[in-house]
């Protein structure tokens, strides 16, 4: 079919529905406004994390996100939104409402008419995240020509697998804006310690093993001190720093390491472990960072029950430490998944598995191997930050020389 028959079929069809009657959530902020579409769901934090970043790279910048997911803004200057249908109505009102100066659209599942109206109304295009999954319904199948009219709105497009980077190269007439990037994850941002701190443990401990459980749940304390307590039988001198969820929780710790027989010290008591200590007991939150940095292997706690969602694996990725979690991370799926395809993370379901985990890969070196995948794979998520805070700019910044 002829490319602009293909597209005059497409809009024949989208007409039989009635408009959704699109009403903006909130008036438009003055000064730029990106537009960032995520039609993917389950992505949410990533999105949120990229919002927060953006926004803190240029003074007086709005983000508007369209997204499926049911997120909530962080700030005023973050604005959660629902994207218009695809009839030209709701298109009108979307883009003469909210006027965006750049439009940033993640992942895939094109709407036809929305991106070549924003093209038309001098909007500059950006795809990142793509994936050949956001790519595979009939209607790129069967109308070849909508999409690649629609792909070549984009000024670039940022993909996220050599897979998608396949598909894409079919799909658009040219390949020219396409780019490898890998893909956008939650939780970007390392956290903080001291390095006096790390020094002076690092001084006490030695050469001693040592892992890390962090933000362990009341009903996973007796699963991690059971671990621990197999990994004993191979490492004798093995310590296990226990970070519990909570300061209500550390109590109850306390009382079942005692009745496991486990020596204990507490570090906010200002007791460091001598050689007899098996287990330090520490319930400050805001040290993480430290205790990541420091073992060579951690448990990410809150994600062996159900209910449960996990912690963000790529802070303790991104200081050095092979990570250990359980089955419900929900919130941060897309980064525990792809850190266990790189070798960098490992799922354990009970106790038995905890503590072979433990046993097995507190050498130095099991260790540090996947320390180092995880690193690989935290530091191509900064790339891909980078690359997108540095395409938005030149945008914005286009638009701006434009209209001095």
Request: proline share 6%; with cysteine; charged share 20%.
């Amino acid at each position: 079919m002829p490319k602009s028959l293909e597209l005059s079929a497409y809009r024949a069809l989208v007409r039989r529905n009635p408009p959704t009657k699109y009403s903006p959530s909130k008036d438009r902020p003055s000064g730029e406004v990106l537009w960032l579409n995520a039609p993917e769901t389950g992505n949410g934090l990533a999105i949120l994390d990229l919002a927060k970043w953006l926004c803190a790279q240029r003074d007086g910048l709005s983000i508007l996100i369209t997204t499926p997911d049911r997120l909530t803004s962080p700030c005023s200057w973050i604005i959660i939104d629902a994207a218009p249908s695809e009839h030209p109505n709701d298109i009108a009102t979307f883009l003469g409402h909210w006027q965006p100066t750049v439009g940033l659209w993640l992942w895939g599942a094109l709407q036809p008419n929305l991106i070549l109206a924003a093209r038309a109304k001098g909007v500059h295009l950006i795809m990142a995240d793509a994936d050949q999954v956001g790519f595979e319904n009939r209607r790129d199948r069967w109308l070849p020509e909508v999409a690649r009219d629609v792909m070549a709105s984009f000024d670039n497009v940022l993909v996220r697998s050599e897979p998608a980077q396949a598909r894409l190269t079919k799909l658009m007439r040219s390949s020219a804006t396409l780019e490898l990037s890998g893909p956008i994850l939650a939780g970007s941002l390392s956290l903080p310690y001291t390095q006096s701190d790390f020094d002076d443990f690092s001084a006490i401990i030695g050469g001693r093993p040592i892992w890390f459980a962090a933000a362990v749940q009341p009903n996973e304390v007796h699963t991690v001190l059971a671990a621990h307590r197999h990994a004993l039988r191979l490492s004798h001198r093995l310590l296990l720093v226990l970070n519990p969820a909570g300061e209500a929780q550390a109590s109850a710790c306390e009382a079942q390491m005692k009745d496991d027989g486990l020596r204990s010290s507490r570090w906010e008591d200002g007791e460091m472990p001598d050689d007899n200590c098996q287990v330090l007991l520490t319930s400050a939150q805001d040290e993480l960072g430290l205790w990541y940095r420091i073992a060579p292997l951690s448990f990410l706690g809150s994600s062996l029950a159900s209910g449960q969602h996990g912690l963000d694996p790529l802070q303790a990725a991104g200081l050095g430490t092979a990570i250990l979690y359980g089955p419900n991370v929900r919130n941060y799926m897309p980064s525990y998944t792809r850190l266990a395809a790189a070798g960098a993370a490992r799922i354990v379901n009970d106790t038995r598995a905890l503590g072979v985990a433990v046993a097995q890969l507190i050498s130095p070196d099991h260790a540090a191997s996947m320390a180092m995948s995880g690193w690989d794979v935290v530091s191509q998520g900064t790339d891909v930050t980078d690359r997108i805070t540095e395409l938005v700019a030149i945008a914005l910044d286009a638009v701006e020389g434009g209209n001095n």
